[in-house]
Each structure stands twice: as structure tokens, then as C-alpha cells.
């Protein structure tokens, strides 16, 4: 990707729980900062633009690009986009087929964006089944920034995968979090139940022998339930049934967390002489709880960079989402994956 | 089962991490209760001999029975039955297939146990796979009693469940929660990936079909990751590749929470304040996280009452899981489960 030029994201401006309001305000903030990217607010111009006057912008940054209504959060994906070829994701899916952009961001029902892009794009060479992917939180830290996220995928794209689909989302996960994460050797593992190679379903045994041949990532094996939340190993390769339920659960765990954590704070009067810490400690954990907030889930596997911000997401964190775009763009994250594909 | 007579349990006397000691140990404590279980713990009567020296015990309750050798937790279980037909494990299957004992009770090599119970027991009718189940702290309290705890099976016995596994899986749980919890309407789940009756594999799909027709158990429908840790239902039902992972993943949080926990504690000064109100916490944490040692978890699908207690089991959880089955063989736990089984 030459660096002449800024990158182009099609950001889906009516996607999301907060609708264009968050969407809107993320890009407005973005245009003002020390390195903005070119976004393409892509829904209802009047909406937009009614949200676009309550902040400060460049408009230099921006463009309107109409769409005639979005997919429901709750509606069937396929149905929806049959039903409305010019709702506002696939608009800015076309942009972005259409080399007008070079990114694609949502913050809309998971299943429209998936559909939207496998309709739009093409899958990159060896990829048959795409994988989203997430950052979750983790014990141990990761990559040279130290995170305290590791990533996984698949969670949610394509329920069953083969042995072939596990070795390409091992692939694609890698290359993520080289690029996004700074981390020059991410070690990328197997879930399974139990480390030995011979653990697992049949499409794990033979991913694992797979994997074991190939120089293009650093392959780690297997790992087990416990090491999901200890963070043993940087991508955690998995096909997207489980993948969905482990990340559900965790999401879940942190919110009985912090239940527990606000009730004991209410309940106990001898915990208040520990005010400032235990308030620390309470943001601490929130932000951790909180972590989908703070980026997005790549959609990888296709010859475009696809980003799917958290249907909760607020104008920080759609802004993040952008940025992350903007980068797997500069950084050529179809080139990564291409050349990992190579055996 | 008749009340005259007191339930015989068979107690593989040389499995699990602590051997022996730990397990002859949770014998002798039993022995002594108001309410005692006979025992007959098997392995090698004079390592048997040497750790029953050393504590109190009644004789009367307590029969040692000859066994050559055991599994070794880290074998392959085929491979070390055949070798060794007379192993403790074996032997005490047999005592039970024979009728001289109730149940079986193991702290050694899951797998080990699972195969001895399916080469000398018989499958209830219409359940082709066993199931491991286990209990798993929550958020939410359940049955009459308010357990912290739910159920969930399968978590390991067998990778793969067809439709009519998962019933068999639902009904057995759904007994065994009546049973051992004291909840007389335990509410039973799936999981998968949503909670829409068409989400998840197929064989989910189908599984959710036939429990919406049966009206042996109180089936709610499916749940997702988020509600293991919330503990929305008293039993959730997967196949065993998924259940495992999720087990184990809830250890690892578990460890990785008490793991900051402790930091937090040594780190911070003004917690120090809180010292009695932390110590509290940190205690019921560990209390908690240790969950798998207080109880044993049913092997299910048997016309005899199996279970495995953890590998880790102190004498204490020794002996609760030998109350765990003597529970079960007095309230008739395979009778329930034929019962579930009829639609």
C-alpha cells in the first residue's frame, strides 16, 4: 500500500446500538486528530449530517455517501440484504470492491457484515471459510507493547471448520497480530482437550500435523481451557462454535466479576477504608471487562480489510476501529496472509 | 433401593495424585460418621494396611479388598486395562458388576475409569454414550438448598454427541440434579450459539427439537456462553470436546482471579485496612476455585453408579464423593433415569 496516499475506509454510518450518533461522532474526532484517515460516513445523509453539526470536523476528511436504510441488528443478514441491495453495509462493501476505499468498518449485526463482505469481496487464495476474530483479556502479557489481550479466532464466522479452514485461520490470526499488535513471533495454538498432538477432534489432529510442517508462523500445538484465560500462548486457533461460547463465557465471567466486586464494595463498610485502591482496582477491571469497547473483531479471509467494531460501541471506540482499519491497510494485512498461505 | 441394607460402595483405594493416603484416609473418617457408607477399598492391601495405621477407623465399615497395581494417571487407559486385568480400578468395577458393591468410586486416570465402567457395566436403555458430568460454580443459586453451583455434562467422556446423545445427556443430568442437588425442577439447556431454537450445529438443532417434546425434564432451550458463569439453568448440556474446554477454561479463570487477588493483597498497603474483610474473600474464592474438590463428578449412562473424584481429591473429598454415591444409589439414580428416558 503506497504511503503517499491516506488509507479510504467505508465506515457503515448507521450500524451499531447507538446508530449514527456514535458512528458519526467517531469520525468527526478522528478528522481532527494529528493523522486522520479518509472516512466515507456511508447511510442517510440527512441523519448524518444532522449528527455531523454537533461536532468539530474536517471536512476534508470526511464524505457523505448515501445509502437507503441498514440492516436491523436482530434481522436475518440474508434476508435483509436480499431485500435491500442499498442499505448502508453494502454500499460501503461495494466502495470498498469498487477500489474507492480500501477498508470496510461496521458496527452493525455481525451476520450482514459477514454476508455483505462474502458477497462483495473475494476470499484471498487457500481460504475457504473466513474467521472474525477477537482480542480478549489474559493473564500474561503479549507482543512487544506488553498487551494484556491475546487473540482468537474463529468466533463466530463459520460454526464447523476443517482441518484445511483451522490452518488458514492460524495463518490469518499470525499475520493479525504481527501487524496489529507489534508482536514480531506471535505463537499460535490449537484448542483442544489436551496438548498432546493425538487430542481433539479428527480436524484437529490433523491441523495440528499440518501446522507442524509449516515455517510460515510459530506454531505452539495444542492448549486446553486453562490456558484460554492465562494467555499462554498469543492466537488461539479454534473453529467458530467454540470459539463463540469461550468468548461469550468470558464476557460473562467478567460481568459476574464485577458484580461481585460492586456488591461487595456496597455491602461492606470495612472495604470503604480502602476507598481510592479498591476504586482503582474497580476501573481497572472494568476496563478489562470492557475490552471489546476498544478496537474491533477483524473479519479475515478476504482480499479486502474488514472490520467489525462491537455493536456497543461508542465514538472512541469506533474511532479505534477505524484506526485499527487504517493500519491492517498500511501495513498490507492480505499481503501477510497471502504469504503465510504459501507452504 | 432397599433402606435396610447400607449402600456398598467400591473405592479404587490406589488412584488419584495423593494414592492411597488420601483416599484409605477419607474411608477411615467416613467409617466413624453417624452416618456411615461400607466401603471396600481396593489396591494393595498392605499399602491399604499402612495408611489405615494411622488414623481412626470401624472396622466393621471397611472391608480391604486385593488388587494388583493401578493405572498410572498419565497411561493410556486401553493399554494399561489389558495389561493389567487385576488393577484396582477393574477390580472394583467388577465388585459392583457382580453385586457385591453399589457404586464405584475413583480419584485415579479419567479416562481409566470411564473405560473399566464401559467394559463391565451395562448401558441404560437408550443411551449409547456416557457422560462425565461435573458441578461448576455460579453467579446465580440453585435448587432448594440455593447451591452456588451448576451442572454440566458432558465435560469429557465422549468428543463428539449426536442429537439423541444430547437427550440421554439432558435426562441424566436432569436426574442427577433432583437427585444429588435437592432441586425438583432442575432447568436444562443447551448450549450453543444463540438462543434461537435453529442456532448451533445440527446435531443441537435436532437435540432441541426432541426435549421441546418431552415432558420428563423442564427443557429451557438453548443458552449461550454468557449465561455458564451467570448460571441462568441448573444443568447445561454439550458435547464433551466443548464441555472440557469450558471446564477447564473456568479453572483457569478461577486461578488466574485468585492468582490478582493474592498480588493485589501483597502489593497494595491500604488493603492491608481491609485485612480481615480480604482474608474472608480471598478464603471464599479459594473455597470456589477449589470447587471440583468437594464432591465427585458422576459418571452417567451406567446402570451402576460410578464416580470420579478429582485426581487432586484430599481425604476430605474422598469421602464426600463416597457420600455423593451412596446419595445416589439410595435415591436410585439409574431408576431415574430409565424413568426420564420413557417418552
Redesign the interface.
Known sequence: MSKERPVRVALDAMGGDHGPEAVVEGAARLSIEERPVQVFLVGDPERIGTELAKHRYDPSWIQVVPAAGSVAMDAKPAAALDDNPDCSVLVAARLVADGEADALVSAGSTGATILASSRTFQRLPGIRRCALASVYPT?QRHGDRGDPFALMLDV?AT??ATAEDLVGFAVMGSAYARIISDNQDPKVAL???GTEPNK??EAIVHAHELLSRMDTLHFAGNV???????GTVDVIVTE???G??????????S???V??ARD?YAR?F??R??L??LSQ?LRQLRTMTDWKQYGGAPLLGFDKVVIKAHGRSNARAVRNAVKVAAKAVDRDLAGQIRAGMKR
Do not use: H, Q, W
Not at 224 to 230: A, Q, V, W, Y
Not at 244 to 253: A, D, I, P
Open positions: 493473564e463466530g460454526l464447523n484448542l483442544s482437550n481433539g477432534t486446553e481451557g486453562l490456558d484460554i484465560p492465562r467458530g462454535f467454540l463463540n461460547v469461550v468468548l461469550k463465557m468470558l464476557e460473562g465471567v460481568e459476574v466479576v458484580d461481585l461487595a461492606k470495612l472495604y477504608m480502602g481510592t485502591m482496582g
